[in-house]
């Protein structure tokens, strides 16, 4: 398992190449706690995107696993 923190998910979500690139390699892997995504929740509904950035993060999650804190 790969527990991402807030700072590299939103790494991924614009597009930063490295982040990318080893998330693909790495997506069944990946975990996501709780925390973080309550974090990215909070900042896409915050954003000017707030629709196409809840949607965004709701696939991502979908595809991760989530664990309690």
């Known amino acids: 398992m790969i527990l991402l923190d807030t ?11 490295a982040v990318l690139k080893r998330i693909q390699a790495e997506i069944d892997k990946i975990a996501l706690s709780t925390l973080v995504v309550a974090e990215l929740d909070y900042g896409a509904k915050a954003s000017q995107k707030a629709k196409e950035n809840l949607e965004k993060l709701h696939r991502f999650v979908d595809r991760t ?5």
């Open 7 to 17: 700072n590299v998910v939103i790494a991924f979500f614009n597009g930063n190449k």
């Open 65 to 69: 696993e989530v664990n309690p804190v």
